[in-house]
């Protein structure tokens, strides 16, 4: 079933990196292959919401509880979506898409309630969550969130038993093909189309194999019981690397080192959110124009080299005649 038919994306890319803490890694080895689904809550169905982040986001944070074996008690994406567009300024007249570092900002400022307090219902994504919401919400003050700088960063990340957040833009072609068993063609294998702008978990990855394992928002009957596996080469090509993101107590890993204040992070993103999402939107639509351009180009060259070889073959009869 093509995507478009059910779900939305929701994915919004800053046209610069935000202000955010790092994490790197000294002399950390790591597997070749690591799964951790184990420690995975149910899959998210975020359904025609740009929730995907918020998806994301409340899937990583579930996964630090079910890590620890603690009893798990879902929590509110819509809850976390509202507060992540509250810092951008949109989230009581309009719905669209999330800045990763906007959903991070808002669970350190405002935590996250349970889902049974604040259920997910699209048609209330520009309500505000009542008050008892706040008053309940979890919060998270033993732990920090961090921008991670490659791809094999991610991969020790995971190593260490904490999924990332990643922001990519994908064409839709690759999600309808992974659609039945989750497994994306390798890079250039189809047309993948219009690119999409998406946010998802990074739960595994496998050197052999050459793929990431990955949990997505659309509910258990897309793909591998609602995960994907891709391709090292299709995320090589379409990863956000500036929006490689992990959350947890990052403080205590070995062999690793945090740089930077998650609660400056926080205030900046809360002071600057409305300017950032301007930014990110304004880059957006250059963005949109120049696929758009590209498209119309490549329409002519195809058109022009069918012509050409239609020619070729007039003349190559021409001449047996």
Known sequence: MPIDDEYNYGA????????????SFRGAGRERKVD???????????????????CAGV??????????????????PMFVYFNARRISGRHTNTTGGL?????????????????????????????EPPKAAYDNAQGFDAIQYARLGSAEEAKVTIN???PVIF??????GYYDAAAGDGRMPQYGAIDGGQSVAHIMLAVGYDDDAQSWLVKNSWGERHGDKGYLHIPYGVLERHVWHEDLWVI???EALDNARLEGSTSDAVADARRNGERDVAAAMRALGQDIRQDLEKRVDDARLSMRERLQAQERELEARRKKD
């Open 248 to 250: 947890g107590e990052l």
């Open 167 to 172: 922001g990519c833009n994908i064409g839709k």
């Open 12 to 23: 919004l890319r800053g046209a610069a990196p935000a202000r955010a803490p790092t994490l």
């Open 36 to 54: 951790l689904r184990r420690y995975s809550s149910p899959i998210i169905d975020q359904q025609k919401l740009a929730s995907c982040a918020a």
């Open 59 to 76: 899937s990583a944070l579930e996964h630090l509880v079910l890590k620890k074996g603690e009893p798990l008690r879902r929590r509110s």
């Open 160 to 162: 260490k038993g904490l």
């Open 99 to 127: 800045m990763v570092c906007h959903v991070t900002a808002g669970v350190m400022a405002w935590g996250v309630c349970a889902e049974d307090e604040w259920p997910y219902d699209i048609a209330k994504a520009t309500h």
